[in-house]
């Protein structure tokens, strides 16, 4: 079965960065990309960007430009995303999530990871 | 700038049914007919309910339908039960493959 597992959880002082992992089994890792969404306390969801897991190519929300890298290891179908210059309101809970070729929606989710940003 | 937007909060009472809408504004959206609901309960990833506009993933109650009418898409749930009471969010994208959510809608089974 499919299974996109996060890593833990982390805790950033403001101007830091952080990385997540997203590691996925039960499919073929170039078939899907791998998209990031948020939802900070008390806010609805926000996406962020996807990756292509075969070439690379990535695509990012306007919101995040300049800050948010996503990339992959495909000898170990992990996905990484890196964000830049935290601030206390990117504390969030970061979810990954496929979405399957030749489809457009968002079908199977990790469990999520908390980033705190505090000082 | 497109955008979908949902109504912030619903209700209901068991066993009635309720529609949440999620229209969309901007032109390069709902094109495709790629619009997708997803259900989130507090602390859980989410869950998706509804995909292009009207299909059910397996698994999911038949009690949650899907449909659209022009910029305006619209998740039904008949038969309201206490464990459906969640937020839920519209999703779709645009040409430029850029991904939206609406602001969410809070369910709330009275």
């Known amino acids: 079965q499919v299974r996109l597992v996060q890593s833990g959880a982390e805790v950033r002082r403001p101007g830091a960065s952080v990385k997540v992992s997203c590691k996925a089994s039960?499919?073929?890792?170039?078939?899907?990309?791998i998209h990031w969404v948020r939802q900070a306390p008390g806010q609805g969801l926000e996406w962020m960007g996807w990756?292509?897991?075969?070439?690379?190519?990535?695509k990012y929300a306007q919101n995040f430009q300049g800050r948010i890298t996503v990339t992959r290891d495909t000898s170990i179908t992990t996905v990484y995303m890196e964000l830049n210059s935290l601030r206390s309101d990117d504390t969030a809970v970061y979810y990954c999530?496929?979405?399957?070729?030749?489809?457009?929606?968002?079908?199977?989710w990790g469990q999520g990871t908390l980033v705190t940003v505090s000082s | 700038q497109s955008a979908l937007t949902q109504p912030a909060s619903v209700s209901g009472s068991p066993g009635q049914s309720i529609t949440i809408s999620c229209t969309g504004t901007g032109s390069d959206l709902f094109g495709y007919n790629y619009v997708s609901w997803f259900q989130v309960h507090p602390g859980k990833a989410p869950k998706l309910m509804i995909y292009e506009v009207s299909n059910r993933p397996s698994g999911v109650s038949n009690r949650f339908s899907g449909s659209k009418s022009g910029n305006t898409a619209s998740l039904t749930i008949s038969g309201l039960q206490a464990e459906d009471e969640a937020d839920y969010y519209c999703s779709s994208h645009t040409s430029d493959i850029i991904w939206l959510f609406g602001g969410g809608t809070r369910l709330t089974v009275l």
């Open positions: 990756i292509n897991p075969n070439s690379g190519g990535t």
């Open positions: 999530a496929t979405v399957s070729g030749g489809y457009w929606h968002f079908d199977y």
């Open positions: 039960g499919y073929t890792f170039s078939d899907s990309h």
